[in-house]
């Protein structure tokens, strides 16, 4: 794999590209006078010259990366050990103790995203079951057991119980 620059002033170009699994990324300049030049360098010095000059951090492609500005603010409150974090309290944490925990959290986000606890529910399905519950007495001050709601929902054809 390779990346290809184009100068913003010249007809040349600058590739860079892995040196055979080396460890080592060769930069090839193609001067259209002086014809192809190229310079191997070691890949770790040549990222953390991108990241000095530049002022940025390269971090792997799975990496979560979460801007400062995104932090809820946290604040001292009048408790020792209490504090306010984005509005709630939180209390007892060791710096270590609160990084676990953060992960933790990540990590159940990171799964909900992918495997939802319940499917989305569409408003029309929930105004339509609504109705169904009151054609079948829901709504009435001394409400039914639930084995006979079962039955008058099953009975109404309009109810599907699925396997889990």
């Known amino acids: 794999m390779s990346t290809e620059i184009k100068s913003i002033a010249t007809p040349r170009t600058v590739t860079i590209k892995e040196f055979h699994g080396t460890g080592a990324v060769v930069i090839e300049s193609n001067d259209p006078i002086k014809g192809l030049r190229t310079i191997n360098v070691n890949r770790v010095e040549f990222l953390a010259a991108v990241e000095t000059e530049l002022g940025v ?3 792997a492609a799975d990496s979560m990366v979460i801007e400062h500005d ?3 603010e946290v604040k001292k409150t009048e408790y020792v050990g209490v504090y306010d974090v984005g509005g709630k309290p939180h209390s007892n944490f060791q710096p270590e103790a609160a990084r676990k925990l953060a992960l933790r959290y990540f990590a159940l986000a990171e799964y909900l995203d992918a495997h939802p606890p319940t ?15 009151t054609d079948v007495g829901m709504d009435s001050e001394e409400g039914p057991t639930p084995h006979a709601v079962a039955r008058r929902l099953l009975a109404t054809g309009k109810v599907v119980v699925r396997p889990s």
Do not use: H
């Not at 499917?119 to 519950?133: F, G, S, T």
């Open 57 to 59: 951090r390269l971090v």
């Open 70 to 72: 995104d932090w809820p």
């Open 119 to 133: 499917p989305p529910v569409d408003k029309a399905d929930i105004e339509a079951l609504a109705q169904v519950l």
